[in-house]
């Protein structure tokens, strides 16, 4: 069922993209403009013109354009397989927070299912999937942050709890309201201090916390260097 739903989102995002949608959108002709630098050599952390963007969409995307060339289909083909990844980690993200609720594994799973559907088809997702704007790379790696994390609180899983904190430190590279997310780490301990378990529940948050923010330092650092460039 879940490669059925991912077959059905990967036909949405990527058919007929090559004229659909027409023209090109201001944004992502400035975001060739960067790609094209990066083909050419240049390797900046942050990309501080048109208002200041976060580079992971742009190596991503460079990647695409060295089959496809510098246009509009690569930039697009390479935000419409961002999209369609983000389907089954939505799965993975759903199901773990649904387990953590309820143990019955069946109705976790039927339900995961149908979150994962709903992402699927819903207007806002599926549009910029097919559009070449780094948008559409933030909600992939905080189901990833967010997905692990429940995992490793779950399970009691130090590696499941670092994946999640490198999840979260590759989503400062995405898109800004990604500075937010951190906050969402507050959640873990306050939930279980009912059952008596609050500090035991911190310590692994700190543990997310911790590779979160190692992960985040080398942009931290260019923003300190050059707070007038970072918006």
Not at 33 to 49: C, H, K, N, S, V
Not at 52 to 75: D, Q, T
Not at 167 to 186: D, E, F, K, M, W
Request: proline share 5%.
């Amino acid at each position: 069922m879940l490669v059925a739903i991912v077959a059905f989102g990967a036909a949405l995002r990527i058919v007929r993209l090559h004229t659909t949608p027409p023209g090109l959108f201001f944004d992502e002709a400035a975001n060739l403009f960067d790609i094209t630098d990066i083909l050419a050599g240049a390797r900046p952390i942050y990309f501080p013109a048109n208002n200041g963007r976060e580079p992971f969409f742009f190596y991503w995307a460079s990647l695409f354009a060295l089959h496809w060339g510098v246009g509009p289909y690569a930039i697009r083909l390479a935000a419409a397989v961002i999209g369609t990844v983000t389907l089954p980690v939505t799965f993975f993200c759903a199901r773990e927070f649904l387990l953590a609720w309820d143990k019955d594994r069946r109705w976790a799973t039927w339900t995961a299912l149908a979150s994962t559907f709903i992402l699927t088809i819903t207007y806002v997702h599926l549009h910029y999937s097919r559009i070449g704007l780094r948008t559409i790379t933030l909600p992939l790696f905080l189901a990833l942050s967010f997905g692990f994390l429940v995992r490793g609180i779950r399970r009691d899983s130090w590696l499941a709890l670092v994946a999640s904190g490198l999840a979260g430190g590759v989503s400062i590279y995405t898109y800004i309201s990604s500075r937010l997310a951190p906050a969402l780490l507050v959640v873990p301990p306050v939930a279980l201090a009912r059952r008596g378990r609050f500090w035991w529940a911190l310590r692994r948050v700190l543990v997310v916390a911790s590779v979160w923010i190692l992960v985040s330092v080398p942009l931290g650092i260019y923003t300190v260097l050059h707070a007038a460039e970072v918006q």
